[in-house]
């Protein structure tokens, strides 16, 4: 077999492959691309090109820079409660790996991940009620009066973010215990040798070498963190007799204008918008930590 | 054994012919199933944004059995936001369901596009009578001179007050007036020992999302005699709410809550809210009545006018349909429209019918409250939302910025803040309307 037979029989086996990732994956985004210099109502066939028209009224909207405020602090706000609660909660698994609850504290902290959203997110919001939730009753309990937590601006973004973060734990958790598992022992014996403690253990060995686990982690949950919509939408929707702060987030941004003002090629400029700060932050997180990891 | 037994009676016959026999009979029993099953597959879907509404689309099914036995009634009934997304992304697919039901001001992008059919001629001759419909129902239902819409229901507001409360309150009549709503709603709080409101004078619509927020402001506005926005000769239309009235609405909502504190964004509003006795008094449409007798039967309570008049949202059916699917779709539309149906329709969900000559009075005498829906003055006044194409993004951004105003206590008092306010919102509703080549001069 020549070497143009080899690439060829390459070329014929992973072109069905690419053809659909092209389709379903890349398509689509270009899609987007294309709608968002675009006017489009999604009923009318004609669909004027604007140029970056949409982008300009985008600066201007202060119902989108509320809704990419919003998702910023929280995209950040998990980021920031989940990689290190879950390094620690991982690192405190793995130290019990030997004792009979170990799966059970693995399961526990895991579970929130595999619980599907909207029960979760019913559940949160009883515990966030400002009268009856039981999150103001303990507090009440150490003097702190009661907060209106899904009513007030900031608080409810707080609420938005602890959710998140609820269901962000137990993947990152699981993740970061897979790395210390396969981090060499060697270096924790040398380590104890020499007169460290669990905690010098943790900050000095596994902390660094849990480096590309931390980055994949990071962007993962960031990523998330940027495309929250279903957590804001339970906790605080428009439900008719259910008071709320509605946190207004970016993907509902969107949802609202293609959907109820009918303006797809504004929705779509919205979500460029989001893929370019997504990709962004997704260059920076890559550029802090491999870089200094090869260092 | 019938088969068999007939088979055994058969003359005797060659193989081949046997063969032919039978397969004669397998072809002759799939064409019977086939139509058989035709038959059966007669469906109506409905797609509703009222899904207390399936039982009334059931009802009427039922009621056209007579004429197609093998009829099925497929309701889809979801929320309403969530209902005009999916008939944003069905109706241009054509995946939409044969019956939709819809309010004609969100229909009417729905009709300019072409995406919804002109109702047949006996619909239509059916919907232009005007002794069933009022004028303002059939031209509702109407566009450029063609009729689409066949009338369904109407919503339309008024006050809901709970007389225990007002009489432990020493009121025995439910307000009049403006000022009396005020004055009113700070008798009707109930309040903690610390002062905090307990149960809301007057439950208002301050907090959440979507468009109902500034709905409801403008029928509060309304009282003071403001719109919104406001159609002119030429059908532009002009923002209206920076002026007197919505001075006066916007400051009644932030005394409401700073000054007089009978109500706050976090308390319990709405239908829920009265039905638990959470609120004293709130303004809603007639559906809230059925809910009452479902939710809360023992509630005493009673409904009554607005000042000066209020708002009405008429829901119609519409089909987007053609050929068979079409002609059953409309034909549904009409029998939802048959006076044993309208009655079912008020009895039994509350939502208000409008085919006027109808004689609905042994409703209204079994439940009195629904009398301040369909007996009101000459003089009391109407206004809809506008059939426009940005109506919702007008009253959606409006409504958020409604919202911050609501919890924003440097508006308390301050007139000047308040009018700031509004002249900000209205410029940015005159932007919406420039955009879509709607906007006038005043």
């Not at chain 1, 109502?41 to 909207?61: A, H, K, M, Q, T």
């Amino acid at each position: 077999m020549t070497a143009l037979q080899r690439w060829g029989f390459v070329a014929a086996a992973l072109l069905p492959t690419l053809a659909i990732y092209a389709f379903v994956r890349l398509y689509p985004i270009g899609d987007v691309l294309f709608l968002s210099m675009h006017e489009w109502n999604i009923i009318s066939r004609v669909r004027p090109f604007i140029g970056f028209e949409n982008f300009v009224e985008l600066y201007g909207d202060p119902l989108f820079r509320e809704a990419l405020r919003n998702t910023a602090v929280i995209a950040f706000g998990v980021l920031l409660i989940t990689v290190p609660l879950a390094m620690v909660l991982a690192a405190l698994i793995h130290a019990r790996t030997a004792s009979r609850l170990a799966p059970f504290f693995e399961t526990a902290v895991f579970l929130p991940h595999v619980v599907s959203l909207v029960p979760a997110a019913m559940a949160w919001k009883w515990i966030f009620d400002a009268r009856l939730g039981p999150l103001n009753a303990v507090l009440s309990l150490f003097g702190v009066s009661p907060k209106a937590w899904l009513f007030d601006p900031v608080l409810s973004v707080v609420c938005v973010m602890v959710l998140c973060s609820w269901q962000a734990l137990g993947y990152a958790v699981l993740i970061f215990l897979v790395g210390i598992k396969n981090l060499p022992a060697s270096l924790y014996e040398a380590a104890k040798l020499d007169g460290a403690g669990p905690i010098q253990s943790f900050l000095f060995i596994t902390v660094p070498l849990l480096k590309p686990i931390t980055l994949y982690v990071s962007v993962v949950t960031l990523v998330a963190g940027f495309n929250v919509y279903g957590q804001a939408f339970v906790l605080a929707s428009d439900a008719q007799g259910a008071p709320g702060q509605l946190v207004r987030v970016l993907v509902l941004d969107m949802l609202e204008n293609g959907f109820r003002n009918y303006r797809v090629g504004y929705a779509a400029a919205e979500a460029v918008v989001l893929l370019l700060v997504v990709l962004a932050l997704t260059g920076i997180q890559f550029g802090l930590l491999r870089d200094r990891s090869r260092a | 054994m019938t088969d068999r037994h007939a088979i055994a009676t058969l003359p005797p016959v060659g193989r081949r012919s046997v063969l032919a026999r039978a397969s004669l009979a397998i072809g002759a029993g799939a064409l019977a199933l086939l139509l058989g099953g035709a038959a059966q597959a007669q469906t109506v879907t409905v797609w509703s944004g009222y899904p207390e509404m399936e039982p009334f689309y059931k009802k009427v099914g039922e009621s056209l059995k007579k004429k197609y036995p093998n009829l099925q009634v497929k309701v889809e009934a979801i929320p309403l936001r969530e209902h005009e997304k999916r008939l944003a992304l069905a109706l241009p697919s054509g995946s939409a369901a044969e019956v939709i039901e819809l309010a004609n001001s969100t229909a009417q992008r729905y009709i300019e596009a072409g995406l919804m059919k002109a109702a047949p001629d006996d619909a239509a001759k059916f919907v232009g009578n005007t002794a069933y419909f009022d004028d303002f129902i059939r031209k509702t239902a109407t566009v450029g001179g063609k009729v689409y819409g066949v009338p369904l229901f109407r919503g339309q507001g008024a006050l809901y007050y709970n007389t225990e409360k007002f009489a432990k309150a020493g009121l025995s009549s439910p307000p009049k007036t403006m000022a009396e709503y005020t004055d009113f709603a700070k008798k009707l709080t109930e309040r903690d020992g610390s002062g905090k409101a307990t149960v809301s004078g007057w439950s208002m619509r301050l907090s959440g999302g979507g468009a109902g927020i500034a709905e409801k402001f403008w029928i509060n506005m309304f009282q003071f005699g403001g719109n919104l926005i406001e159609e002119q000769a030429d059908g532009k239309w002009v923002t209206t709410y920076a002026s007197e009235a919505g001075r006066k609405a916007l400051r009644l909502y932030v005394d409401n809550v700073f000054t007089d504190k009978v109500v706050t964004p976090e308390m319990p509003a709405d239908a829920d809210a009265f039905e638990r006795e959470q609120t004293a008094m709130f303004i809603r449409e007639s559906w809230v009545i059925g809910d009452i007798a479902q939710k809360a039967p023992k509630l005493k309570y009673g409904t009554a006018l607005l000042p000066r008049g209020t708002i009405v949202a008429p829901v119609f059916i519409y089909s987007g349909a053609e050929g068979e699917k079409a002609k059953l779709a409309w034909e549904f539309a009409l029998a939802a429209n048959e006076p044993e149906n309208a009655v079912w329709l008020l009895d039994n969900v509350g939502w208000l019918p409008n085919r006027k000559d109808v004689d609905y009075s042994p409703v209204v005498a079994k439940t009195p409250a629904f009398k301040a829906f369909v007996e009101y003055p000459k003089d009391y006044a109407f206004f809809t939302l506008p059939a426009i194409a940005p109506v919702e993004e007008i009253l959606s951004r409006l409504a958020a910025r409604l919202v911050k105003a609501f919890a924003d206590p440097s508006l308390a008092g301050n007139d000047a803040a308040i009018d700031a306010f509004l002249k900000e919102a209205a410029a940015e509703t005159d932007t919406i309307l420039k955009r879509a080549n709607l906007l006038g001069t005043k």
